[in-house]
């Protein structure tokens, strides 16, 4: 799958490492990762629900989840080995609007 931009692409990075990692279990951090919801354009790109759309849903700006979403958005080295994080990929559900971290 691909990304129609830079906020999609950090999204989707950091829900793959959300499968293995371990956060505090806070309510508005939960929040924040499970309201935007992910938007497939025509071609399949994904993109990341817009804040102006979540706050037309009465949602506030998932700032917490965004501060972690950001620390993807440069490839660091593993100190395992050199080699950079990889890309993810995933594949629409077919819905044209499903939560961002399937909740």
């Known amino acids: 799958m691909m990304y129609g931009n830079?906020?999609?692409q950090i999204w989707g990075q950091m829900k793959d490492w959300l499968k293995t990692a371990s956060v505090p279990k806070e309510k508005t951090l939960k929040t924040d990762l499970?309201?935007?919801m992910m938007k497939p354009d025509s071609?399949?790109?994904i993109f990341l629900e817009s804040k102006k759309d979540m706050k037309a849903r009465g949602l506030s700006s998932p700032d917490?989840?965004?501060a972690i979403a950001l620390t993807?958005?440069?490839p660091v080295a593993n100190r395992?080995?050199?080699t950079t994080m990889r890309?993810?990929?995933?594949?629409?559900?077919g819905?044209?609007?499903n939560s961002w971290m399937g909740s």
């Open 34 to 36: 499970i309201s935007p």
């Open 72 to 74: 993807f958005a440069f």
């Open 43 to 45: 071609k399949g790109a």
């Open 6 to 8: 830079m906020r999609a």
């Open 80 to 82: 395992g080995n050199s």
């Open 64 to 66: 917490s989840a965004d």
């Open 87 to 93: 890309k993810s990929s995933y594949q629409s559900q």
């Open 95 to 97: 819905a044209a609007l």
